[in-house]
């Protein structure tokens, strides 16, 4: 017997490989675009983490952000103990709410100050 799988031939897979890849980037910028106009809060995509932004950067999201470049999302995580590289697709259910939180501290002018129960509850996650 000769028993051999067929498997029906959708390209090549460096082909599929970009396909995908041009879809998540159209769909982060897509998100990117949405959270720049206010459209979207940066701590809802944090807290609810959709497909496209499961293995996008901390910073990346931030950084999307009106008013957010990279020595305000530096010094925003500097507050934490939170590397600007991590994803949001592998951050904890207590990392999201405590960074979601402290998000929404900062959009109500007090970004800068002492935060002790947002911080002591990142650094026990």
Do not use: H
């Not at 950067?57 to 950084?63: G, R």
């Not at 002018?109 to 990142?122: E, F, K």
């Amino acid at each position: 017997m000769n028993a051999t799988a067929m498997i029906a031939p959708a390209g090549p897979q460096y082909m599929r490989a970009l396909e995908r890849a041009n879809q998540v980037r159209l769909a982060r910028a897509e998100l990117k675009r949405r959270v720049a106009v206010g459209e979207l809060d940066a701590g809802e995509v944090i807290l609810e983490c959709p497909w496209e932004a499961d293995s996008m950067a901390v910073a990346d999201l931030l950084m999307s952000q009106r008013r957010w470049g990279q020595t305000r999302c530096r010094k925003f995580l500097s507050q934490i103990p939170m590397s600007e590289k991590k994803t949001i697709g592998s951050m904890t259910e207590r990392q999201r709410r405590s960074l979601a939180q402290l998000l929404a501290y900062a959009e109500r002018g007090r970004a800068w100050g002492a935060t002790p129960w947002v911080t002591d509850s990142l650094t026990t996650a």
